[in-house]
Structures are given as structure tokens and as C-alpha cells.
């Protein structure tokens, strides 16, 4: 049965009456969460809508609004601009604060994640925050005015076409984002942060997803939304950025898992668990939870899969080669030798037995894993060769190496 959704509205920061969409589960919210649109977008658009309907399906009640001057909103959008963004969240937040209850999850699209960003420590029940496609700086939106910008500033205003849409842009709008400082609010956030950006987005680069993470403290995550655009308009992007989004929040924000009570959803939290289940997102696509950390595993598109995520066996090489890394630091920080990084490529193949001079299974196909180890730093050769052999001590390595026993029994409760 598909989410609820209601019709509101509630004053925005100028007092013009902004048109809002609230996204309801069936039962009573566990939370409450905002979302942001993208610049000139409306909370319309098919990516919000997607996410808002699949957190509401996990019990998340979303709010969903047009900035002033957009969509069904009064007010007049060419006396806004990024910091009258900024104020018509913290109005919409207190809306629900007042009406229902604060929003626990901030969620950004395009330049609507800038505003999450800035908007987040003003609203104090916020836990965690999202951004989609979002500019490290508001100011990355002047690209859109840069055939107009001679007008803008010889008249103080000028029409522009966004979209295919004309918009009235005026020297305030343009005077405001080159005065915000975003990414030095960034590093005092103290919220959990999910970055989400497409590697090939043409609207908003990928060095700004970078800028964010970067600037950001932890607790933070990036997923990457590979063959995306920059406005989710495919189904199965929007329906994927959804269905990470809401198994990484649900960490955050005290959601149970689907099916779950309170109980089991906080054993999951333990370290040293890992849940996996089927995400239903594509065929093969898995959602992971291990601790308090969201990923994703999948099959490629030629074998059937979405390729939403990395395989089995990427997951295991990268197990061993995380596992490598760390292992080489420990031991060269307690050595006090000049290890810069550490960094390892693997890969994974199937051999013939026969072909493995040193093996003691002589028949059948055995499992292959070649490992390059790269060591950065003033090291000298014996402190090279000695960093080689550690690396085969690396707990991963020695459990592959060693006879494992997996017990494999029924639990109705996963």
C-alpha cells in the first residue's frame, strides 16, 4: 500500500505561504524528515518525490516544500535568494516542530543541499543530514548567469532562461552566494553526513561531492550514484539513491529495520554484525549493514546485476586489502619508519590447479588473489622487504589461508 500524502502550508520567511507536501507511512512516523529541492526545481520533481515515498514506506514522515517564489508558493522569487532559502527550511522546520514533530533527517537535492548544509545547525533535532548532487559552494549556481551577467549588473536585475523557463534574477540574488561560506560550516556540522553525487553529473561536478566530504568530520559516508544524472530523472536512479538513503538513515535517527522491533534493530548495531538482505532495488542489488555503516553490494549489468555497488568478490578483495593497509601502518608506526601511505590493487581469477607449481591441489580450479603493494615514504630497502612479509600477517590473510568453518542455521528474525 503506498504512503499518504497531505497538502499544507505554512509560512515561509518573507510570510508568503509556501505550498507543502507531507509524505506519511501507514502507521505513526517513527521520524520525521525535510527535504530541499534543487534550484528552480519544485518539491515535484521525481527524485522527491521517489525518496519521499520510499521513507515513507520505512516509516519516515517527509515534508516537502516549494521555496518562496516556486511552484505553488506565494512570494515573489526574485526577491529571494540563497539565504532566504536557508530561512524558509528553518521555517519549515519549525512548522513541523510546532504541528507534528522536528525533523530528525535533512535531505538536499542540487542547490537544496547547500541549503541543508547551512540550514542544519540552526534546527537542533537535526541527527543527520543528505545531499544529492549538491555544490560545495552556493555560489557554483552563478555558472547559470554568466551570459548575463553584464545586464544583471548594469541594471540590477535581468530575465534569464533556466530550464527553458524564464526567471527574474536580481544583483542581490548574485551578492548573497558570493558572501556565503558553506564549506567553513561544513566542518562544524556535527551531524552524520551521507554525501550522494553522480560521477558523470554535468550540472554540479563531482570535485564538489569531494569538496563536501572532505571539509565534513565524521560520521560520513559518500555513495557514489554511477550512470546518473543530475536530477535522478531515470526510475531506477531515483529508486536506488532512495533505498540507500533510507538504510543509512535509519542508523542515525533510531529507525528499526523493516520487521523489526527495537531490540533486534539495535543488536544489528553491534560491532562485528553484518546484516544483509535483498534491497529490491535490481535482481542482485543487497543492502549491508555492518554496525552503524551502510553499503551496497551488486553483480554487473552483463551477469544480471544493476551494478549498483561493488561484487562479493570486490568486497572481499578490498576486506584483504583494507585489511593489508592497516596492518603495514600499525607496524610501521610502531617501528618509527617513514611509511607515507600504504596502498594495495588486488585482483581475483580462477586457475587451473595444474598451473600452480606449489600448490597441494593438483586437480580442478583453484581461487587466485595477486596482490601489488605500492609503499610511499623515505623507506630503505630492508624496511621495504620487511613491510612485504608483515603484510602476509594481516588477520584477513591468515583467515584465508586458514580452515574455516561456517555454520549456516535458520533465523526467522534477519
Not at 512548522?95 to 507534528?100: D, E, G, I, N
Not at 533527517?105 to 547551512?118: C, D, T
Request: aromatic letters at 6%; hydrophobic letters at 40%.
Amino acid at each position: 500500500m503506498r504512503p499518504k500524502s497531505e497538502k499544507l502550508t505554512f509560512p515561509g520567511s518573507d510570510g508568503a505561504d509556501l505550498a507543502a507536501r507531507l509524505d506519511l507511512p501507514e502507521g505513526p512516523p517513527a521520524a520525521y524528515a525535510l527535504f530541499a529541492h534543487c534550484f528552480t526545481c519544485t518539491k515535484d520533481i521525481f527524485a522527491a518525490a521517489r525518496i519521499a515515498e520510499g521513507l515513507a514506506e520505512r516509516g519516515i514522515a517527509v515534508l516537502r516544500f516549494d521555496f518562496t517564489g516556486l511552484g505553488h508558493s506565494q512570494g515573489e522569487f526574485a526577491n529571494t535568494n540563497f539565504s532566504s532559502n536557508v530561512e524558509d527550511l528553518v521555517r519549515a522546520a519549525d512548522f513541523l516542530r510546532q504541528t507534528r514533530e522536528a525533523p530528525a533527517l535533512l535531505i538536499g537535492h542540487s542547490l537544496g543541499g547547500a541549503a541543508v548544509l547551512a540550514a542544519a545547525g540552526r534546527i537542533p533535532e537535526v541527527k543527520a543530514v543528505v545531499t544529492i548532487g549538491a555544490p560545495a559552494e552556493p555560489e557554483h549556481v552563478r555558472a547559470h548567469f554568466t551570459n548575463y551577467s553584464t545586464e544583471i549588473e548594469a541594471r540590477g536585475e535581468a530575465e534569464v532562461l533556466l530550464a527553458g523557463r524564464p526567471f527574474r534574477i536580481k544583483k542581490q540574488f548574485l551578492d548573497d552566494i558570493e558572501g556565503f561560506r558553506l564549506v567553513e560550516r561544513i566542518g562544524e556540522l556535527k551531524r552524520a553526513l551521507l554525501v550522494m553525487h553522480a560521477p558523470l553529473d554535468q550540472t554540479v561536478g563531482i570535485d564538489n561531492a569531494t569538496a563536501i566530504f572532505v571539509a565534513a568530520k565524521h560520521p560520513k559516508s559518500f555513495v557514489s550514484l554511477d550512470g546518473a544524472d543530475h536530477l535522478l530523472t531515470r526510475r531506477e536512479d531515483a529508486a536506488y539513491a532512495a533505498e540507500v538513503l533510507t538504510a543509512w538513515a535509519g542508523r542515525f535517527i533510531g529507525l528499526a529495520a523493516p520487521g523489526k522491533d527495537d531490540a533486534t534493530s539495535a543488536s544489528e548495531a553491534e560491532e562485528g554484525l553484518v546484516v544483509v538482505r535483498e534491497s529490491g532495488v535490481s535482481k542482485f542489488t543487497q543492502s549491508i549493514s555492518a554496525g552503524r555503516h551502510a553499503l551496497t553490494a551488486d553483480e554487473p549489468a552483463a551477469l544480471g546485476g544493476g551494478g549498483k555497488g561493488p561484487t562479493p568478490y570486490d568486497l572481499l578483495l578490498a576486506s584483504l586489502g583494507a585489511c593489508t593497509t592497516m596492518t603495514l601502518r600499525m607496524y610501521a608506526d610502531r617501528k618509527k619508519w617513514p611509511l607515507a601511505r600504504a596502498s594495495v590493487a588486488l585482483r581475483h581469477e580462477k586457475i587451473h590447479a595444474e598451473d600452480c607449481a606449489h600448490c597441494e591441489t593438483k586437480d580442478g580450479k583453484l581461487d587466485r588473489i595477486t596482490r601489488k603493494i605500492a609503499l610511499d615514504g623515505d623507506l630503505d630497502d630492508e624496511q621495504r622487504s620487511r613491510l612485504l612479509e608483515i603484510a602476509d600477517k594481516c588477520p584477513v590473510h591468515r583467515t584465508l589461508h586458514s580452515e574455516v568453518i561456517i555454520e549456516t542455521e535458520s533465523d526467522d528474525t534477519v
